[in-house]
């Protein structure tokens, strides 16, 4: 809502045309992001669409790209951007995640973690994809990508790997409460704008979190925020 009250030209159009996919990607609604928006775009923002529509196409179950020319961006500025470049190839099957991951280190984290999630998944020796996603969670978590790191999570549960060592105490309900606080730390919110959008103190909303820490057996709020979500779905 920001960026469209601050600057309604094609640039800010873009990222809010990619912004509204990527949102919609992480609240679980692939088909809202399919597909690649082809207007002008500054270079990095048109990947970034790009490789949106590409996981939203995977997550969605697409075994066909909708419009390869959507997708694709072998003709467009973006593809001169070496991040860019490594994940479609990565995506198209010329290239690989691992590279892709390595191209994003020091520029996005979040697609570093993203690539390496793919690498994960698509990886066949059970030991690499284990090794691959271990380095996502690290990275996911150190960065509070709550969403990213419970995906990651699922992804390591497919290898038997469960890195919650502390196991939930027993009457581990959360309580509705609970379960608001933590839904708004998974959005990133402070303790202080927690309280105030829920009319508590922040004292109350630290010790709410640390409750479902507890009960979770989770070791930081991050985790507990991811942990709760899961329970949501």
Do not use: N
Not at 56 to 81: E, K
Not at 103 to 109: E, F, G, I, L, S
Not at 154 to 163: G, I, P
Not at 213 to 233: I, N, P, V
Request: proline fraction near 5%; hydrophobic fraction near 45%; charge should be neutral.
């Amino acid at each position: 809502a920001r960026l469209a009250a601050a600057a309604p030209v094609p640039a800010a159009a873009a990222l809010l045309d990619w912004v509204g996919r990527e949102a919609a990607w992480l609240d679980g609604q692939p088909e809202r992001a399919t597909h690649a928006d082809t207007g002008a775009a500054p270079p990095l923002v048109d990947g970034l669409r790009r490789i949106t529509a590409r996981w939203a196409a995977y997550d969605g179950g697409v075994s066909d790209d909708p419009d390869p020319a959507d997708l694709d961006a072998t003709d467009g500025g973006s593809a001169g951007l070496p991040a860019v470049r490594e994940t479609l190839a990565a995506w198209s099957g010329t290239g690989g995640f691992d590279r892709a991951a390595l191209a994003w280190h020091d520029v996005v984290v979040r697609e570093e973690v993203r690539c390496l999630l793919a690498a994960g998944l698509h990886e066949t020796d059970p030991e690499r994809a284990v090794a691959v996603l271990l380095a996502a969670e690290t990275l996911a978590e150190t960065a509070g990508l709550v969403v990213l790191l419970g995906r990651v999570r699922r992804a390591l549960r497919r290898h038997s790997v469960r890195r919650e060592t502390r196991g939930p105490r027993a009457g581990s309900d959360l309580t509705e409460r609970e379960r608001d606080v933590l839904r708004l730390v998974a959005r990133g919110e402070p303790s202080r704008r927690i309280a105030g959008q829920l009319g508590i103190s922040a004292e109350t909303v630290e010790t709410h979190i640390r409750a479902g820490m507890r009960k979770l057996g989770a070791r930081t709020r991050t985790a507990a925020a991811a942990m709760a979500l899961e329970q949501l779905r």
